[in-house]
C-alpha cells in the first residue's frame, strides 16, 4: 500500500523559509514521479513542483520559481521542497503526490496524479 507522509509545514513570517518533506512507502520510488501542489481555502488545487523520474528533470510553477526548489532523497525514499523568501499568498494546504504513469503534458493536472499524501498546512504571516 502506497503511503505519504508530508511534514514540515507551519507558521512562518513572510520572508523566511520552510523546507517541506514527504516521506514514501509501499512503492519503487526510483520509478516514480513526485510532485507538490497546494490548495488555498476557497481555491482550487495547483501545481506546484514535480520530479519527473523517466527524464530527471524538475518543474517549477512560474508563481514560485526561483523561490522554491523540489529535490529527493532516493535513499530514503523522501522528497523536499525547499521554499524560500515565503510571501502571504503561499498560505496554503501543501500536497505531496505521486504517479508512475506520469505523462509530461500533464504534470499539471491533479487527476495525473495517482497517489496523495494529507498536506501539511503552511501560514505566512504577513
Known amino acids: 500500500q502506497v503511503q505519504l507522509v508530508e511534514s514540515g509545514g507551519g507558521l512562518v513570517q513572510a520572508g523566511g523559509s520552510l523546507r517541506l518533506s514527504c516521506a514514501a512507502s509501499?512503492?519503487?520510488?526510483?520509478?516514480?514521479?513526485m510532485g507538490w501542489f497546494r490548495q488555498a481555502p476557497g481555491k482550487e488545487r495547483e501545481f506546484v513542483a514535480a520530479?519527473?523520474?523517466?527524464?530527471?528533470?524538475?518543474y517549477t510553477a512560474d508563481s514560485v520559481k526561483g523561490r522554491f526548489t523540489i529535490s529527493r532523497d532516493k535513499d530514503k525514499s523522501t522528497v523536499y521542497l525547499q521554499m524560500n523568501s515565503l510571501k502571504s499568498e503561499d498560505t496554503a494546504v501543501y500536497y505531496c503526490?505521486?504517479?508512475?504513469?506520469?505523462?509530461?503534458?500533464?504534470?499539471?493536472?491533479?487527476?495525473?496524479?495517482?497517489?496523495w499524501g494529507q498536506g501539511t498546512q503552511v501560514t505566512v504571516s504577513s
Open positions: 503526490a505521486a504517479s508512475s504513469t506520469l505523462i509530461l503534458s500533464s504534470m499539471y493536472i491533479v487527476s495525473s496524479w495517482t497517489h
Open positions: 509501499g512503492l519503487a520510488f526510483s520509478r516514480y514521479s
Open positions: 520530479f519527473n523520474w523517466r527524464n530527471s528533470n524538475t
